[in-house]
């Protein structure tokens, strides 16, 4: 019985946490510079832009998962598991692959060229 009041006191601490850590907006100036002012189901809320390597959606797709974006001077671009096609793919296995992230919209976050 004393596990289970001491595992219900951190569950509440953490939950307390959490939701501290919410923060309420109505623009993206309400947020820190770092996150972005979104509305989805659970209200408008401050979301972090993805960085460098990060994963992001390809413009023209509607997933949302990562609801901010790149960061500023980052661009989202296709994931290329062998960009320079120096790896053996016999069976195309790898060209496939990297086709159905396109497809399903996955990208990382790159530094956009000056």
Do not use: W
Not at 13 to 41: E, G, M, R, S
Request: aromatic share 8%; with cysteine.
């Amino acid at each position: 019985m004393r596990e289970a009041i001491v595992l219900l006191v951190v569950f509440v601490a953490c939950q307390a946490v959490f939701l501290n850590l919410k923060h309420d907006c109505k623009t993206n100036n309400d947020c820190p510079n770092t996150h972005c002012c979104v509305t989805d189901f659970h209200g408008d809320t401050c979301f972090h832009y993805q960085n460098e390597s990060q994963p992001c959606h390809l413009a023209g797709h509607t997933m949302h998962l990562y609801k901010c974006g790149c960061s500023t001077g980052y661009t989202c671009q296709g994931i290329h598991i062998d960009p320079g096609h120096t790896l053996p793919d016999p069976d195309g296995s790898i060209h496939h692959a990297e086709e159905l992230l396109g497809q399903v919209g996955y990208g990382l976050c790159v530094k956009t060229s000056t």
